[in-house]
């Protein structure tokens, strides 16, 4: 029986995880090459022969989305997967006509065929969007389990986009393993908060071996997901953070709706940002497909180490990346906070741009008042610092929950945000954590 040929789309994420836990060691399938989108150069490489397995002695080849009909065509493909998230749904068809239109079959891939079972009580932290506000609550979830006397061990969903190989199960308990695991800017968003409230972080690329580690030293294992893709693992408390500021995407993008459905809990974040005609509609959109999730309300407010740096002034925002680049946030917290305190103007970063940036810039057209921390790699930290040095203002508020001094130089006065879950009325999340330990525990 020949080989059934697969192209997997992806964004060095959940394409090597579904390829690791449905094709590797599988011979019915040939996974001829994946694709790479929204992360900038993650192509012309290869998933290397290490973690592809024996089957793919030569590794996997990674080309640019762009190639797809090519490839379908000069391999035979007989399959397409779609494995990265954040995606409107016009866009998700759209590749799938694209698929069609060259002959092959487009498929999606489900929790039945992808979540893995942990031995370990597990939580996931989902959401609907990419910048819902997920890290606060994994943050605030984590907290209360410590208060509680569990060890607690974070497993991030994944962000390897340098030596795969060499990621394949990260173990991050301080600043040091940061600097050891030449970590991007993005990956320390996710990592340091956690780090400065005492919690081990996982993250690589092999999720398999990821939770057999997280378990030897866990009593709980918090699953805090990234974009809005749905959990790695099968989960015993499903929580999914929903942002009114976008309201209706929870109905129209992949996998948002999937988490929506599948939630036990959802939280309404932003609830003090929004008005009420936008969180009203988000709970009735949650309700309308999930009428058994739990539904919590909650703000995330915003405080900056010094207010006085940015009143009166020119203000340059830094936000974190993912939440205003392929999140289609047109702002976050930092641009909040500037106008909050009474910055005199918020500057255009767009006179200033520097190399990668200004093709970050031109990718997503509806950025005009923030920078986004780009620093997938040195380059592009080297980009991120040139601009700032560039631009004409008094103060940077750095909205990115990570302190940006430790991997560059700002050389100008700086500000910087920090934002926790704040939960409005009842229920909140001591009462839902509290019924799952007396039920699970």
């Known amino acids: 029986m020949a080989k059934k040929k697969v192209v997997i789309l992806g964004a060095a994420g959940r394409d090597f995880h579904n390829f690791n836990v449905h094709f590797r060691d599988d011979p019915s399938y040939e996974v001829v090459a994946f694709t790479a989108a929204q992360i900038p150069d993650i192509y012309n490489r290869k998933y290397p022969p290490e973690l592809a397995g024996e089957l793919y002695p030569d590794g996997i080849p990674i080309h ?3 190639e797809l009909e090519d490839l379908i065509a000069d391999h035979g493909i007989d399959e397409v997967v779609m494995a990265y998230s954040d995606l ?8 799938g006509s694209r698929v069609l239109a060259a002959g092959a079959d487009y498929r999606l891939m489900g929790p039945n065929t992808t979540m893995l079972t942990s031995s370990k009580p597990l939580i996931s932290v989902c959401a609907t969007r990419t910048g819902s506000g997920k890290s606060q609550v ?32 990260q173990r991050f308990a301080s600043y040091e393993d940061l600097d050891r695991y030449d970590t991007t800017i993005e990956e320390r968003e996710e990592y340091e908060p956690h780090i400065d409230n005492d919690i081990v972080v996982y993250a690589g690329v092999d999720y398999e071996q990821i939770i057999r580690e997280a378990e030897k030293e866990a009593d709980i294992v918090l699953w805090d997901g ?64 999930n009428p058994d999730a739990t539904i919590i309300e909650a703000a995330s407010p915003i405080s900056v180490t010094d207010p006085s740096l940015i009143k009166g002034k020119r203000a340059l925002v830094i936000e974190d990346g993912p939440t205003v680049t392929h999140g289609d946030m047109e702002y976050g917290a930092g641009y ?36 986004p921390a780009m620093g997938y790699g040195d380059k592009q930290v080297r ?30 006065p700086y500000v910087r945000i920090h934002y926790e879950l704040q939960e409005l009325g009842k229920p909140d999340l001591d009462e839902v954590l509290g019924a799952f330990l007396k039920k699970r525990l």
């Open 138 to 169: 994994s943050r605030k979830i984590a907290q209360y389990l410590k208060e509680k006397g569990f060890k607690v061990v974070a497993i991030r969903h994944p962000m390897p986009y340098g030596d795969l190989d060499a990621q394949r199960c």
């Open 226 to 289: 990234g974009n809005n893709d749905f959990s790695f693992y099968r989960s015993d408390l499903y929580i999914v953070v929903a942002d009114p500021l976008r309201s209706g995407n929870e109905l129209s993008y992949y996998p948002g709706e999937a988490n929506a459905r599948m939630a036990d809990v959802c939280i309404i974040n932003k609830a003090d940002t929004a008005s009420g005609e936008e969180v009203r509609r988000v709970r009735n959109n949650l309700l309308d497909v």
């Open 64 to 66: 640019q989305e762009e």
């Open 336 to 371: 909040v906070a500037a106008q909050k305190y009474g910055a005199k103007e918020i500057v255009d970063p767009r006179p200033y741009l520097h190399g990668s940036l200004k093709e970050t810039f031109a990718a997503y057209p509806h950025l005009t008042k923030v920078l």
């Open 383 to 412: 980009d991120l610092q040139q601009t700032v040095a560039a631009a004409e203002c008094d103060v940077v508020v750095m909205g990115t929950p990570i302190d940006l001094t430790r991997i560059m130089d700002i050389g100008k």
């Open 88 to 95: 409107p749904y016009s866009h998700v068809m759209q590749l």
